[in-house]
């Protein structure tokens, strides 16, 4: 197998892999579609078997697919840490992939990127949004470098760096600012707005509706924090944050914070794969945002 593997045809199962498409994948890397194919068709017969189904509208992986697919990524990101092993110029260069939630991206990470791209104007960020098993599955696949959830996950394939402490709270408009402390019969009117079922934060207003006795309620979904704010203080319905994303509002008393009969801690940390070889960029990356949000000699929960 390792004969017929060269980088070309592992960037090829790359950019079918994630566009899901061989001519979108032809037009990503400047080929034409059946030069995709003859090197797909290298790598299934390396495989003795199919990678990607042909579907009337694009491709999906096989199973065998699946399979290969971090073998492939980690191909590729050790060969670019070889490159800048071998060949670096001495300048901090090169691209930091990460995936973090929407709302501690908005919140928390805005003024630790002006500074870290102030330092190191010539280091790419890539960034994306998801939630915890999104960013998870993910890392183990090799295909970020890091990831930032609210929680620790339990996966000792992982490394856990510790960065926010954090509490998730009921937000709610203001008409409900009075509400008991003992009587939650208020909730039974009210809907529930989230980023949809994926998200921690909906699972935990699951869980504090489930504590109080209380079956499904209405649910509305969006995928912007700023969106879900909006509907919160527009007396739409009431929402499971973070308190860090909504102080300011709480301080201008656009929203309030209501009780409930239990806390439901958050704490965020970055995490990455514990096999991953990082280089240059990612490793300062890691340092600069453990230095921002804690102490400088935090160290990986093991």
Known sequence: MIDKLDGRIVQTFIAVWEERSISRA???LGYVQSTVTFQLKTLED???GKLFERLPRGVEPTAAGIKAA???YRFVQLGEVMQEAMFGSGEMDGEVRIRLLESFCVTHIPS???QFLLDYPRIKIRMETGFQQDII???LRHRLDFGIVPSKPDDERLLYYPLVADELVCAAPR???EASHTDYSWLERETVISFGG???YHTAAAQALAR???GPVDQLEFASLEMIKQMVAEGMGVAMLPISAIRDELERGELCALPLDSRYPLQHGLIMHRDRELGGAATRFRDALIGWFGPAEAEADM
């Open 26 to 28: 032809a037009d990503r």
């Open 46 to 48: 390396a495989f003795g």
């Open 70 to 72: 971090p073998f492939f």
């Open 112 to 114: 630790f990127f002006q």
């Open 137 to 139: 599955d993910e890392l």
């Open 175 to 177: 008409r409900l600012a």
């Open 198 to 200: 994926r998200c921690l």
């Open 212 to 214: 109080l006795g209380m």
